[in-house]
């Protein structure tokens, strides 16, 4: 069985020789659906649920049950330039949790102390920034996948408010390496299903970090340059520095709008 570690470095290496190999391919392109060749610009709407745990000396805080952070909603974006068999993508997401909560018992955060019975405003900012370059290596006539790498910076605010005036916050950064692969099937000319996953590679700086994410669904192609769609985005991350680690997951239903010139 493999470990962890040992499968992520067996999806790399699949991901670097399918890169070799699509860079050294000559496929003939007749019949085969790829992305025409311009910019596209993309708007997604995503209905996230969120939970995840920081650990630390005091023992830490579990941002559902202690906090209530749970639903959020993100508006992001992508901007993507394809050339041939090739794609440069740039593409942002950006979360935003918060409510207000009487502590059950006490809560401890950068060196600061909330007591059970204070009413407290958490916050918790999540925001992604992601630069990946990918390639189709196979394509036919219903469908295409690509490979893609890239880097990505996270960036993870907690933040805690009594109304007392006592305040306390917790941010961590890792900028990370990542790979992954991207696929479509088209069931009819105008529909496809459509799928995308990614890990991370490896860690920059002196925040450690890690993610890994999946998103499934649909999309519609209604006119041209112009389509939507909807799928389900699933993504487990983490950060860690010193003493502090922080884990979460981010799950829901995700709608885009695609144009394409």
Not at 96 to 124: A, M
Not at 140 to 152: K, T
Request: glycine share 12%; aromatic share 14%; net charge neutral.
């Amino acid at each position: 069985m493999f470990s962890v570690n040992a499968g992520k470095k067996a999806f790399i290496l699949a991901i670097v020789c399918l890169l070799i190999l699509g860079c050294f391919s000559s496929v003939s392109a007749e019949g085969i659906f790829w992305d025409e060749p311009g910019f596209k610009l993309e708007l997604e709407f995503w209905l996230s649920q969120t939970s995840g745990t920081l650990s630390n000396a005091a023992g830490g805080l579990d941002i559902l049950g202690d906090l209530g952070l749970k639903g959020s909603n993100s508006l992001s974006g992508a901007a993507q330039y394809t050339w041939g068999r090739n794609a440069l993508r740039l593409s942002y997401w950006g979360l935003t949790n918060e409510n207000t909560v009487n502590l059950k018992r006490t809560i401890s955060l950068s060196g600061t102390s909330f007591l059970p019975g204070e009413s407290v405003l958490g916050s918790l900012k999540s925001r992604m920034l992601e630069l990946s370059f990918e390639r189709a290596v196979a394509g036919w006539e219903r469908g295409d996948l690509f490979c893609f790498v890239g880097a990505r910076g996270d960036d993870f605010d907690l933040h805690l408010a009594a109304f007392e005036g006592k305040a306390s916050s917790l941010r961590l950064q890792p900028f990370l390496l990542e790979a992954g692969l991207r696929g479509r099937f088209f069931v009819a000319e105008n529909w496809c299903l459509q799928g995308r996953f990614s890990t991370s590679l490896a860690n920059t700086g002196g925040v450690r970090g890690s993610h890994m994410e999946l998103y499934a669904g649909t999309r519609y192609y209604f006119l041209p340059g112009w389509s939507v769609g909807a799928d389900y985005r699933y993504a487990r991350i983490s950060a860690a520095e010193g003493q502090n680690e922080m884990n979460f997951t981010y799950q829901g239903p995700l709608f885009s709008l695609n144009y394409q010139y």
